[in-house]
């Protein structure tokens, strides 16, 4: 490979790279949802949930780990209850 390729090919890193970074600090990471019940607030205590997992060895880090991953727990729970309650009250409009 000459000289002149592996610019070529670093150039080409560096814009997809820097395409990459800027698509996702303006338009944000995509969120996928699986179930219609899971909301944003959910979506956002499973990243804080993700970014705990490195610190959960420690004591603090566990505790917190836990309190999260447990408000992740109830809040599916209750978004779940919500949803079919509302989806009953809509079948019963029909």
């Known amino acids: 490979m000459s ?5 070529i090919d670093s150039m080409i890193t560096t814009f997809n790279t820097a395409v990459t970074e800027t698509a996702s600090d303006i338009l944000g990471k995509h969120r996928q949802k699986t179930k219609p019940w899971i909301t944003e607030e959910i979506l956002d205590l499973y990243n804080r949930r993700r970014e705990l997992r490195k610190k959960r060895f420690e004591p603090e880090g566990s505790e917190k780990y836990k309190e999260v991953n447990n408000n992740i727990k109830r ?10 309650e509302n989806s009953v009250v809509r079948l019963k409009k029909i």
Do not use: G, R, V, Y
């Open 75 to 84: 809040c599916m729970k209750k978004a779940k209850e919500n949803w079919i």
């Open 3 to 7: 000289n002149e390729d592996t610019d």
